[in-house]
T-cell receptor
């Protein structure tokens, strides 16, 4: 099946620094990707929809200036957590449908961010 | 998208069939039922989806009631590796904006040896 990768798989950073997380579709093109955040023992929360060649669409309550999303190619979307704080520590997961209107979405393995 | 209700947790013995229920009483005619699962500290994995008819693939079977207000995911011979959180999601398909998945709390399925 289709594969979505994320890099890095985990990252530890100091408070106030910015962290970039990459999401790649390895064997298919993704005009749309989704970014989720998951806190311990909680469900996935959709943060934003990443659209290739256009601005991302953010869910209500998600700060677009804090979570910068860039989808510069059909196989890569990046999420940058700017000025990270300990409360941003979470498991960040991306996903992508194989094709527009596809019933199946493939998820990346996730990136665990720890902000000290 | 229609809201779903799932039991928070279930246990099943290894080798037995695991039957995971999901209520979606407000489902619309164009909305599909999707099941995903998330093994600890991994990204979710697609399992199966259906509209009206029962569906089966190599992973599981999906039974949807005639009124479509509930469904059951069946893992026919559960193994320890099936221990995960199982999410039932209802959403329309075919529209670009409708592809996003909204996750509820899911059912934490524990397979016991």
């Amino acid at each position: 099946g289709a594969v979505v990768s994320q890099h890095p798989s985990w990252v530890i950073c100091k408070s106030g620094t910015s962290v970039k997380i990459e999401c790649r579709s390895l064997d298919f093109q993704a005009t749309t990707m989704f970014w989720y955040r998951q806190f311990p023992k909680q469900s996935l929360m959709l943060m934003a929809t990443s659209n290739e060649g256009s601005k991302a669409t953010y869910e209500q309550g998600v700060e677009k200036d804090k979570f910068l999303i860039n989808h510069a190619s059909l196989t890569l979307s990046t999420l940058t957590v700017t000025s990270a704080h300990p409360e941003d520590s979470s498991f960040y997961i991306c996903s992508a449908p194989v094709a527009s209107g596809s019933h199946t979405q493939y998820f990346g393995p996730g990136t665990r961010l720890t902000v000290l | 998208d229609a809201k779903t209700t799932q039991p928070p947790s279930m246990d099943c013995a290894e080798g037995r069939a695991a039957n995971l229920p999901c209520n979606h009483s407000t489902i619309s005619g164009n909305e599909y039922v999707y099941w995903y699962r998330q093994i600890h500290s991994q990204g979710p994995q697609y399992i199966i989806h259906g509209l009206k008819n029962n569906e089966t693939n190599e992973m599981a079977s999906l039974i949807i009631t005639e009124d479509r207000k509930s469904s059951t995911l069946i893992l026919p011979h559960a193994t320890l590796r099936d221990t995960a959180v199982y999410y039932c999601i209802v959403r329309a398909a075919g529209r670009q904006g409708a592809q996003k998945l909204v996750f509820g709390q899911g059912t934490r399925l524990t397979i016991n040896p």
